[in-house]
Every structure is written in C-alpha cells, then in structure tokens.
C-alpha cells in the first residue's frame, strides 16, 4: 500500500499533452481532487491501482485523464485501447459525456456500450468496435454480447478499468467481469474503483490486479452541508406524507429514491393524482424514455423524479434540492449515496427519509454505520401518530447481498 500526502495541485501541474489541457480548460477544470492527485501519477507511472473513492469525488476523470494521454502518446492502431466495465447503462452514458469533453481537443475516440437498445445502436457498436475506438465505455453483459462475435480488436489493449466495482459484484457480475478478462492481455495496466472494500472485491482483485498501488480517499461520511431528517412512520403513512411534504414546499428539485420497482410506481402515480410535476425511472422503462425523464429532470420541466436504486450511484445531476428516501436504503454506503445526490460542491442540501416498523433495524445500522444519530422529527398530526423509534427491536427485513441476480431483476 502506498501513502500520500494530501495537497492541492493544478491540472497544468501533471505534465499531460496540452490538447488534453485544453479540454480541462474548456470545461473550467483547474484544480484536481484528492483522487485525482493520489490516482494520475500513478496511472501514468504504468502501475495498476485499487482506489477506494466515493461518488462525487472525481475518480471519472482521475482515471480518463491518464489514459486518454497515455494513448495519444502511444504508437496508433486499430484495436481497442481502453476498456471501461461499469454496472448501469447510465454511468456509460455519463463517463462517455466526461470523455467527450475532455478529449475534444484530441484524436482519442470512445463509444458507450450498452443493453436496452434496438439493432440499429447494436450494428453501430459492432462497426466501432470492429474498427477499434480507442476507449470503449461499457456493461458487461452488452460487451459479452459482442465479444463472443468475436469481431472485438483486444489484442492491443494496454487498460481495464472497472467503474463502481463494488456495485458490479452486488448485481452478480463477478463471473461476466472475470469473462472479460480472459480476452484481454495479460499484458495490461487495471485500474479498479469501488466506494467500499469488503473482502469480494479484494478477492476480485487478487485475480486480476498486478501488485496495485491502494489509494483511499477517507471513509465514506455524508456531505456536511446534507441536513439529514427522518419521518419514523406505518407503511400507510408513506405515501401521504410524501405528498404532504412535497405539496406544501415549493422546491425546485426533489429527488425520491425507492427500493422496489413496484414502491416507484405506485408512489409517482400517487403524487401525478395529487397535481405534482413527477415523472418515474425504473428498468421497466426503455432506454429512450429513461434518456428523456432524465432530461427533462435536468432541464428543470419536471422537478419531481421518482428512482429506484439505479440512479444512487453514477448520475451527475447538480443543484438537487431534497433526496427523499421513501424507503431505507439497504445499507449504509445506499444511504451515503443516495443523500450524496444533494449538496454537490459548494450547495447545501436536504435529506429525508422514511423509516417504517420493519426498517428500524437496517436504519440503525445505517446510523452506526455514518456515526451520527438522524434527528427524528415528528409526522403531521393530521396523519396520525407514528410508531416508536426502537431499532434494535425490529427485524432487519432481509439483506440484497446474496444475489445478484435478484438485484438485477427487482430494479
């Protein structure tokens, strides 16, 4: 494990190609975060690294930046050059957006790579592919899809990336990633990235990480400026409070987070009844909807979204005003998450979330967990009084990790 000193340096510090500087410049980046200073020295080096960074911390372009200037400096070809592995169709789409910026100035290409598409996008992938983009963003199942065509030119490949890998293993992609894998070279620099460590992302990285360099950005706390509340409910108070709450605050936009497909579209129809601009986002949607319910919450023409946990990790959405846990996350790193929607950079934000009788347990492990005791405030009297806060008491109501699969499916 290699230890570093924490400090401040500019971009033009890192000695990367000045059309690579240009792009940094041109999106207004000036100075790097702590990812990114721990991260690019050391991918320029060559040496495979295992960073621990949370969402929002710039590990997107901590690990963009060295490559895209690695492959102007290398020798040029028609094969595949980078690979990105990341869990959701979404944070394709978004890291494929961070590279278009900042590799404008450059020659470097990339295609995002993903499923919920019709034929037409798959032949598109399948030319790019075939003629060899330098950094191909994808999911791992869409890539399988290809790779066992077998028109994708990997014999060149000098960088695997795995994106949220943490999350890639909790959705069941530990056998789809290790696929992959065996048709890259061996020859190869690995960067991982995950927001926790436990041990089956260790194990993962023993299989096929070369002597890594371990960076970790701090443990995962929520934001500071996050006021955190939670609502101590019944089931059958969630969904009038969730409209009591959001028709009584004029607030610009309300980001609500459920646990289940079924819990997302119940509560967004609900709230439409109840006259309030929502729209919902799930997997049952195709992938033109998704694209344009996130577009439309981005443009402001809508300022309710309602989400399954699809959207807690990956999505660059700033200037949310309320992340709204109608149900408790499953863990304590879903909670940091979620809430990490609100107060991005210099913004302050809020935080709500409602805790029902069968939630009390997995909400105080939440709140071991992040070291803090969330103030608990009472529900309207007009819905009546809510249950007693005892967590230890109640029952945890199941655990996500065992399957992957199940994951996949219920979102």
């Known amino acids: 494990m290699k230890i570093f000193n924490i400090i401040i340096l500019k971009f033009t510090e890192f000695d990367l190609d000045p059309a690579l500087l240009e792009g940094i410049a041109s999106i207004g980046f000036e100075e790097a975060t702590p990812v990114q200073v721990q991260a690019i020295p050391v991918i320029l080096e060559g040496k495979d690294i295992i960073a621990s960074a949370q969402t929002g911390t710039g590990k997107t372009a901590a690990f963009l930046l060295p490559v895209i200037h690695r492959i102007i400096n290398a020798p040029q070809s028609g094969n595949v050059k980078a690979l990105v592995i990341v869990p959701t169709r979404e944070l394709a789409m978004q890291i494929d957006q961070h590279m278009q910026g900042l590799s404008y100035f450059t020659s470097v290409s990339s295609i995002a790579v993903y499923g919920g598409t019709d034929g037409t996008s798959f032949e598109q992938e399948k030319r790019s592919l075939s003629e060899g983009a330098d950094i191909v963003i994808c999911t791992p199942g869409r890539m399988i899809s290809h790779l066992n065509q077998g028109y994708v030119k990997l014999e060149g490949l000098q960088f695997l990336i795995l994106d949220e890998a943490d999350r890639m293993l909790d959705m069941g992609f530990f056998d789809d ?95 439409k009844r109840n006259k309030l601009k929502v729209e919902e986002i799930h ?4 992938q033109n909807e998704r694209e ?113 699969d199940r994951g996949r499916q219920r979102r």
């Open 283 to 286: 997997s049952d949607l195709d």
């Open 177 to 271: 990633i290790m696929k992959i894998a065996s048709f890259i070279p061996e020859t190869r620099q690995t960067l991982m990235f995950s927001a926790t460590m436990p041990d089956k992302i260790r194990l993962l990285a023993r299989k096929i990480l070369n002597h890594p360099v371990e960076i970790n950005i701090a443990m995962s706390k929520p934001a500071e400026k996050v006021l955190q509340v939670a609502y101590v409910v019944y089931e059958k108070q969630k969904i009038p409070l969730a409209v009591s709450l959001l028709r009584d605050n004029r607030l610009r936009t309300v980001l609500i987070f459920c646990s289940t497909k079924s819990s997302t579209k119940t509560l967004a129809r609900e709230l």
């Open 292 to 404: 344009k319910v996130l577009l439309d919450f981005r443009n402001r023409s809508l300022n309710i979204l309602v989400a399954t946990d699809i959207l807690s990790r990956g999505i660059d959405i700033e200037d949310i005003d309320l992340v709204m846990n109608y149900d408790v996350p499953h863990d304590g790193e879903d909670y940091i998450h979620r809430i990490g929607r609100t107060a991005r950079a210099a913004s302050e934000g809020m935080a709500i979330t409602f805790i029902s009788e069968k939630e009390q347990g997995k909400f105080g492990e939440i709140e071991k967990l992040i070291g803090t005791t969330v103030f608990k405030t009472a529900v309207p009297p007009e819905l009546g009084p809510g249950p007693e806060y005892k967590p230890s008491k109640r029952s945890f109501g199941g655990d996500r990790r065992g399957s992957g």
